[in-house]
């Protein structure tokens, strides 16, 4: 298994057919692997060697793309470097596994100066934008028109193919360590999973250095489909994007799809050609969902569950459990796939009864190498051969698989239970709402109590009055938030995941919160 | 990728669903899980260790599955023997691959002597029928009701996992080594690429000891299906169970198809369940499969060419190439999988064009890790890191993979081509004929000659003139045969192909052919 395979049979099968759309650009995929094949032998001209990491950094592009197979095609394993990050963070990443050549686009320029000064070993910098080429950097497109093609290295199997560095809340990054059969068999794993047809248009909205939107290339690529690129999530340009590819496919976060759907242009743009909308990173609202299917009924809606350690996915659920009779499993994360197996562990590892919350462990194929240069990490994550997710779930009688983020999530107030979603949900069906979540907070009185934060849509305005009256007519008061805030914006991972803990730490600083 | 995983899955997900269903006899995931684990340990004890062969003889069946997933489970490698061929066919590919272990049930017993007599090697036999032991077995159902269950050996990635003796038309058979990743992505790759639901219930009819039959195995149990097993293809009881056991997929040749149309109970049994069909060994003709979706309207058809050196599958057709628009590709053995790549080429490994015939090469991670002891044919069969199937075929514009079994079937009288598959698909849409096999033979006039060999239903007759007639109809005359024979059955392969050059052979032997 070598995830350069597509481009053989690309080039084989579907030399005219269009390989990726961005801006202006089309390439077919005869021409993505003659560009592959000779950046790669650039790579290597330039000194990269086999097992060398090389990264990428940049917005999402045909050239992100093109890179990450020439690595691979050259023998290299990719550091795909995450764009939200400080210098001092990226520093650490490309430090970490001793990554000496990046490329970069131009909108990272700056961060070439510090990354310079923290990087010693950082030699090569190949400029991948649409300029020209500044100083001490090797231009990517003259790389590409006066190399010799390279022969592809073949990596397969146990071989390194990508280092992805995990955000990681606390402590130092981790680079997660996965193998070309780990990438090979997840997409395969995921794709039997989704069934989606071959040769499908594809959007790429989603962040490619993170894995969840690069799963989707992996996904696509051994199709022979086209990959529509657009270099950052944008609703109106996403639409637009749709609407002119004719886009069957694509993968999101629930919050993305919120702002598309609430966009002016929503009604404006043709859709008719979307069918599958896969989304991960967090679990879909029920209001959001209704809104989606009445909106969108020409779509399947998956959600994907995994981690990067994980290759990405090993649970999906299903469009079954999107609509009508499957409902009643919306809150779920799915089903394992083929090839993954879950179990819910307790602290000693062993299995705990159905239904009864632990920690989520998975085995399979897609299961990472280990963590870079942290043995004592990996063993420990990878104990008994599974690994330890570090996310609390449980398993129905119906082997469904829920994460309870809810655990972490769930307030304690005057000794009641309330569970964050519960209440999101309710406040999420006011109109003038846009995003929300909903975190427990100190309270001299109750303990915690439950406070609400909030992104309103553009000229909306919302009394804490309003909601509250709101929130009563729907669930219990002691659920109903007994305090509330407006924001412009929410915290966001570079995945696009709402950073609760972010919200919640300005509240707690110094003090210690009781864990469901 | 470990063969084995999907019954820790099964265990874990599915404990209570049906995994087996064989005569009366169902068993749950947990049971079969369970039985498996205590019959590896038996194995292990009767001296099976790591890498060893053990052989399997014997109908389908429950304990078939058992056996190989036990074998596999205790760290052993498969040698699934051909039930239709000689005891000294059996001794050689027992021999070879120093087989010392044996499974056999009841309808195989008489073979038990002379294997002994010609396998010194052979030293357990396990008696896996339904009566009692005979003297010098061991017994099956003591051996899992009195051993300790073994831990999974886990072997998997490029460990080997199965021999398959291929029948060979000439020389001696070989052993094709498949390792655990070959025939776990293999399955996954035709799962993909044929989508059905996880879960499904499924019909084994055709013989597990070929990859053709096993495969369906290795596809359905990572969904966690319901295996339905009968010992061998048998029309009125295959109607009987699919209706019984409301059957959803399976896979079958199209001549078994034929069968299951042409017979009396097709009307009475209720088959609205089936939904899936794939078929192998052959193409499928025209007037077959109109029948067939006349007459099973709610079934996707799909077929499946590969080879057992490729585990088996490359090349898939999809349902939409057998209905009304998408017919013109009926012909095609299909596209390539997700994860094989397909090349034709010349005698001297080069790309022939598009249109042009020549030899089916593929690479991927279904490849075989070679034959058996025999490292000069492995390596001339894998030269350049390509399966070389020695069969003819082309790629037409579109990427459809023909197999032109043509080449060697093409009939040139008094100067003219004539393709068999052509006058046998006339041929078969006389209501009298149930086979139809067309061949050159030699002829002093024309050099050869179209020759007709027939099977017909039941109470029918048809004289040479009536099927000249019928033929001069449609075709041009030096296209119907010039000469045809009437028999009760034609000579089958395991795997259930119609074996022409024996059909051939007998009017040719002594005389040099002229070959396309």
């Not at 193919?161 to 990054?173: K, L, N, S, V």
């Not at 029920?286 to 995994?306: K, N, T």
């Not at 197996?341 to 590892?349: G, N, P």
Request: overall charge negative; charged content about 25%; some cysteine.
């Amino acid at each position: 298994m070598h995830l350069t395979q597509p481009l053989h049979k690309g080039r084989r099968e579907r030399p005219d057919a269009l390989a990726c759309v961005y801006a202006e650009r089309g390439r077919s995929y005869a021409e993505l692997v003659s560009r592959v094949a000779r950046l790669a032998g650039a790579l290597q001209r330039l000194g990269l060697e086999t097992g060398d990491r090389a990264g990428l950094l940049g917005l999402n592009s045909d050239r992100y793309i093109e890179g990450l197979y020439a690595i691979l095609w050259a023998g290299g394993v990719v550091n795909p470097v995450n764009t939200r990050w400080a210098s001092a963070e990226m520093a650490y990443s490309l430090n970490d596994c001793e990554t000496r050549l990046l490329l970069v686009d131009d909108n990272f320029l700056d961060f070439l100066e510090p990354l310079r000064a923290k990087c010693p070993a950082l030699e090569t910098i190949v400029y991948m934008g649409e300029g020209e080429a500044p100083t001490g950097t090797v231009d990517y497109e003259t790389l590409v028109a006066e190399s010799a093609p390279a022969e592809d290295a073949l990596r397969s199997g146990d071989d390194l193919a990508a280092i992805f560095y995990t955000g990681g809340t606390t402590g130092a990054p981790k680079g997660v360590m996965l193998s070309h059969a780990n990438l090979y068999a997840d997409a395969l794993g995921t794709v039997a999973a989704t069934p989606r047809p071959a040769r499908a248009v594809c959007l790429h909205a989603a962040p490619l250095f993170h894995i969840g939107g690069l799963g989707l290339v992996f996904q696509l690529m051994p199709r022979l489909g086209t990959h529509v690129i657009m270099p950052g999530f944008e609703p109106a340009a996403m639409l637009e994007l749709i609407e002119r590819e004719r886009v069957q496919e694509t993968f999101l976060v629930p919050t993305m799809l919120r702002l598309l759907l609430d966009h002016e242009d929503f009604g404006k743009r043709d859709l008719s050609s979307l069918r599958y909308m896969i989304y991960g990173a967090s679990p879909m609202d029920a209001a959001l969902m209704d809104r989606a299917l009445e909106r969108l009924p020409g779509v399947d809606f998956m959600q994907a569950y995994g981690m990067t350690e994980l290759s990405p996915v090993v649970v999906v659920l299903p469009p079954e459990n999107h609509a009508a009779e499957g409902r009643a499993k919306l809150a779920a994360a799915g089903l394992p796939i083929n090839i993954a197996e879950i179990r819910i562990v307790d602290d000693e590892d062993n299995d705990v009864p159905t239904g009864t919350v632990g920690e989520i462990a998975a085995r399979g194929p897609m299961v990472m190498r280990g963590y870079w240069n942290k043995p004592e990490q990996s063993a420990e994550a990878l104990r008994g051969g599974w690994m330890h997710t570090g996310d609390a779930g449980y398993v129905d009688e119906d082997g469904y698989v829920y994460v309870v983020d809810r655990i972490k999530d769930m307030i304690v107030t005057g000794g009641e239970n309330v569970y964050s979603a519960e209440v999101e949900d309710v406040i999420l069906r006011l109109p003038q709402v846009a995003q929300c979540a909903v975190i427990g907070v100190p309270d001299e009185q109750w303990g915690e109590r439950v406070h609400a934060v909030l992104v309103l849509h553009e000229g909306e305005s919302l009394s804490h009055e309003d909601l509250v009256a709101h929130c009563r007519g729907l669930i219990g008061a002691y659920k109903s938030p007994r305090s509330s805030e407006v924001r412009h914006e929410m915290p966001m991972s570079g995945a696009g995941k709402l950073l609760k803990y972010k919200l919640r730490d300005a509240f707690w600083e110094g003090r210690s919160r009781r864990i469901g």
